[in-house]
C-alpha cells in the first residue's frame, strides 16, 4: 500500500491544520495511525483509529485537541489538529498495517507501510 500525507504547514500557536492521509494499492488494514518526529525524538505516536469500527486512540499530550477520522469510500484518514502548540511541531506521519493489532497500535514497529511525512511549524 502506498500512503500520501499531505496539509502540514505552517500555523500559529492556537492555530488549526487537518492533515490527511490517502491509501492506494490496497484499504489502510486494520488500524490507521498517525506518528510524529522531530530531530531531537524519536517517532512518537498520536493518534490511531480502527478501520471497521472508527475506535479511536489518543497520546495523551494530543488528547482533546486532535481528532482523527477516516473516509472509508475515499480510503482517506484525517487527523483535524486545534489549538496547536509549538511543541506539536513536528514531520507528521501517517501508517498503515493490515496485521497491525491493538496492542501494537501505538508502536513505529506495529507498522509495515509509512507515509512521506509532512511538516508543521507552529509558531509562538
Known amino acids: 500500500v502506498q500512503l500520501q500525507a499531505s496539509g502540514g504547514g505552517l500555523v500559529q500557536a492556537g492555530g488549526s491544520l487537518r492533515l490527511s492521509c490517502a491509501a492506494s494499492?490496497?484499504?489502510?488494514?486494520?488500524?490507521a495511525g498517525w506518528f510524529r518526529q522531530t530531530p531531537e525524538k524519536e517517532r512518537e505516536f498520536v493518534s490511531s483509529i480502527r478501520w471497521s469500527g472508527g475506535q479511536t486512540y489518543y497520546a495523551t499530550s494530543v488528547e482533546g485537541r486532535f481528532t482523527i477520522s477516516r473516509d472509508n469510500a475515499k480510503n482517506v484518514v484525517y487527523l483535524q489538529m486545534n489549538s496547536l502548540q509549538p511543541e506539536d511541531t513536528a514531520v507528521y506521519y501517517c501508517?498503515?498495517?493490515?496485521?497491525?493489532?491493538?496492542?501494537?497500535?501505538?508502536?513505529?514497529?506495529?507498522?509495515?507501510?509509512w507515509g512521506q511525512g509532512t511538516q508543521v511549524t507552529v509558531s509562538s
Open positions: 494499492g490496497r484499504t489502510f488494514g486494520r488500524y
Open positions: 501508517a498503515a498495517d493490515p496485521n497491525v493489532i491493538l496492542s501494537n497500535i501505538r508502536s513505529v514497529l506495529g507498522y509495515k507501510y
